[in-house]
């Protein structure tokens, strides 16, 4: 097996990443334009204002040059001491070979470096391979509510993971 390339930002993630939650989100939970929308306009903002101080894109990639997945930090969000983990995928072909924690220590390890006292993200009850990553780093559920941030109504989670 051949070992995946780990990056930061290469030009044309966003549109790699977007596309590859909003097919998975759409084939397996029926989200559709408005969750597509909603994700490509918060990462276009994010990387129109990235710092590289406080914000971060790390990336996966095949050998061959193929995306494999990506994860970002956001400490630019207003939540007191913690930054956001935001956007965790790994494409389907690459699922199973540790890109996900990979992804997910280097994300970490770039938020404490960079002095934030913790990372938030969220997500939903039923991502199940997510969730295996997320408890192994550390992260913890701080709160639960049936919502429809994401254009279905689901049980959204935040997990904190606290430095």
């Given at each position: 097996m051949s070992q995946p390339?780990?990056?930061?930002?290469r030009?044309?993630?966003?549109?790699r990443f977007v596309a590859l939650q909003s097919?998975?989100?759409a084939r397996d939970w029926g989200f559709g334009a408005y969750?597509?929308?909603k994700i490509a306009g918060a990462a276009a903002d994010f990387l129109a204002r990235m710092n590289p101080a406080r914000d971060a894109v790390f990336t996966a990639w095949s050998p061959s040059g193929e995306f494999s997945g990506a994860i970002t930090v956001d400490g630019a969000e207003d939540d007191g001491p913690l930054a956001h983990l935001r956007w965790f995928v790994v494409a389907e072909p690459a699922r199973g070979q540790g890109i996900g924690k990979e992804l997910m220590r280097r994300a970490v390890a770039f938020a404490r470096e960079s002095g934030a006292g913790g990372l938030y993200l969220?997500?939903?009850?039923?991502?199940k391979p997510a969730r295996r990553v997320y408890?192994?780093?550390?992260?913890t559920v701080t709160h639960e509510a049936w919502?429809?941030?994401?254009?279905?109504?689901v049980k959204e989670q935040r997990m904190e993971f606290r430095f």
């Open positions: 390339v780990f990056a930061g930002y030009p044309g993630v966003l549109g097919e998975y989100y969750y597509e929308a969220t997500t939903f009850d039923g991502l408890d192994g780093a550390g992260f919502d429809s941030t994401w254009g279905e109504r």
